[in-house]
């Protein structure tokens, strides 16, 4: 079995890699080994970008009218509500 040995390691990435395999009941190295195997098990996972991956699911609006025409639309929707009243003392 192959050895590896890696130097300067950032003191608190050896803590967090330290906390983990302690929570998994493994060796450092251990942990080591399952992260990496875990990543590169699926490395195309890891090369996104969150966001875009998002917003690749969302579509675009489109819309006909004017921005101020559909702000217009929402202002004329708005309903007052008399869910607090004057006389709620935390809203006074």
Do not use: C
């Amino acid at each position: 079995m192959a050895n590896l040995q890696v130097k300067d390691i950032d003191e608190k990435l050896y803590d967090t890699l330290r906390r983990l395999a302690s929570n998994d009941r493994r060796s450092i190295s251990q942990e080591v080994v399952y992260i990496l195997q875990k990543y590169l098990s699926r490395p195309h996972s890891f090369e996104r970008n969150p966001t875009d991956e998002f917003l690749k699911l969302s579509g675009s609006w489109e819309d006909d009218r004017s921005a101020d025409e559909i702000v217009s639309e929402i202002y004329s929707n708005r309903r007052n509500s008399t869910r607090f009243g004057s006389d709620d003392e935390l809203f006074d």
